[in-house]
């Protein structure tokens, strides 16, 4: 597939106009397609599977990570927490009883820190077939148009912008214009196709995917809960730090063909071995990742690029306050300039591709952030719309505003940031 930007004049005949073009249907696209939407703007969302989510749910990370500051207050809302409970509507899962409007009271935080024990964090595991379901049903009643089942080939450029991208599919090559465009791939495609400068990071030998058993399935019936059902199978097995990476194993990239093939069967054979010393009739494979899980692939060069030691720090540009997912007290602002570069003026991006350096690129790229960028992401662009600008130049405090009345806290308290940080990992993704 050619990744090199093309001329106008070498276009297809156009096949729809849209005011924002998203490329990529993961948790991040579609909060962006639906804020959009929500604002009166005409959204096609491109989406290369059958199913909404990225690894939400075809990835089987079926985790809303932590949204709070391991102390019992909430720390992240707007479309995340409204995302977390469509997770939930209809399928199995909970969050922590204990929090009650974002906040566990202070006579229970009192009672966990006189027995010794830490306050759980506010998230839950969910149901990754039936939160794809409802994100298909939201972006429907949101009005957004969705096309499945294909994928941005290309970028046509004209004068530095965007003018269309090339869209693959069943019916070959159609052209398709809009006014903005947001790469929520997850791996960088479209940005990478319309020449803007990308950073691209390896990932680690790690494949997990769903089994159930005779005794996994007895478990769930005495408890009533059918998610007990499932368990974790395996390929890889390393964590998000590396650990229990094969030596010898290069890292996987998620922009090479050939590193996505390799990751593909090598954890495939890894899993298919291990399956093999099962009693074969007690157990079953329930499902399978439907996409490559790395956390982390391409992201792009943007204004600014959040850092690990921006921890406790406020940015005028904030477009959302989060918490470190694995880490409790940890807490960061994301600053509008993660979200773009200057020398693309009609493009934005989202999740997993907004600029963050070393582990704070793991912090944004995780599902609750990765949903506030895209509601950022999605809100910047109508009013680079609007205002018929680039989107550096939008109006960040009229961005801001609208976030805040769209539920998002864009700065942390500094009552929250605690005299000494908890250190402790706790491998929750």
């Known amino acids: 597939m050619n990744n090199q930007p093309i001329t106008i004049s070498q276009t297809y005949s156009p096949a ?101 024990k830490k306050p759980p964090r506010y998230a839950a595991r969910f149901s990754a077939e039936i939160f794809a379901l409802t994100l298909t049903e939201l972006c429907r009643n949101e009005g957004v148009t969705l096309l499945f089942d294909s994928i941005v080939s290309r970028a046509v450029t004209e004068d530095g912008r965007i003018a269309g991208v090339v869209v693959e599919n069943k019916a070959g090559g159609r052209y398709y214009t809009a006014e903005q465009f947001i790469d929520a791939s997850g791996d960088g495609d479209l940005l990478t196709r319309a020449g803007v400068p990308t950073i691209e990071r390896g990932n680690f030998h790690t494949y997990t995917g769903y089994k159930i058993t005779l005794d996994s399935c007895r478990k769930a019936a005495e408890r009533g809960e059918i998610g007990r059902a499932y368990q974790y199978c395996s390929g890889g097995n390393a964590n998000l730090y590396g650990d229990g990476h094969p030596d010898g194993v290069a890292p996987y990239f998620g922009g090479d063909p050939a590193d996505v093939t390799r990751y593909v069967v090598e954890n495939q054979l890894e899993l298919l071995e291990k399956l093999k010393s099962d009693d074969r009739k007690t157990r079953d494979v329930a499902v399978l990742p439907g996409m490559c899980q790395f956390r982390t692939s391409r992201r792009i060069a943007g204004e600014y690029v959040l850092q690990e030691s921006d921890t406790y720090r406020h940015f005028a540009d904030s477009v959302g306050a989060i918490c470190d997912f694995d880490r409790r007290d940890y807490l960061y602002e994301i600053p509008y300039r993660t979200l773009y570069n200057r020398h693309a003026p009609n493009l934005l991006t989202c999740g997993r591709c907004a600029a963050g350096d070393g582990y704070a690129w793991d912090v944004l790229r995780v599902i609750p952030p990765a949903i506030l960028t895209g509601q950022a992401a999605g809100v910047a662009a109508c009013l680079a719309i609007d205002g018929q600008v680039p989107v550096g130049e939008i109006d960040v405090s009229l961005l801001q505003q609208t976030l805040a009345a769209q539920n998002v806290v864009l700065h942390f308290d500094d009552g929250d940031v605690p005299e000494v940080s908890d250190d402790t990992i706790e491998y929750n993704d």
């Open 16 to 116: 729809g106009h849209y005011d924002l073009l998203v490329a990529g249907g993961g948790v991040a696209g579609c909060a962006a397609a639906v804020a959009a939407a929500r604002a009166g703007k005409r959204v096609l969302l491109v989406e290369k599977s059958l199913k909404l989510g990225g690894l939400a749910t075809l990835g089987l990370i079926n985790f809303f990570v932590p949204m709070c500051n391991g102390r019992g207050k909430q720390i992240i809302f707007g479309m995340a927490e409204e995302f977390l409970r469509l997770s939930l509507r209809y399928g199995y899962g909970d969050v922590p009883a204990d929090f009650q409007n974002g906040q566990i009271p202070a006579e229970k935080l009192r009672e966990y820190a006189a027995a010794g």
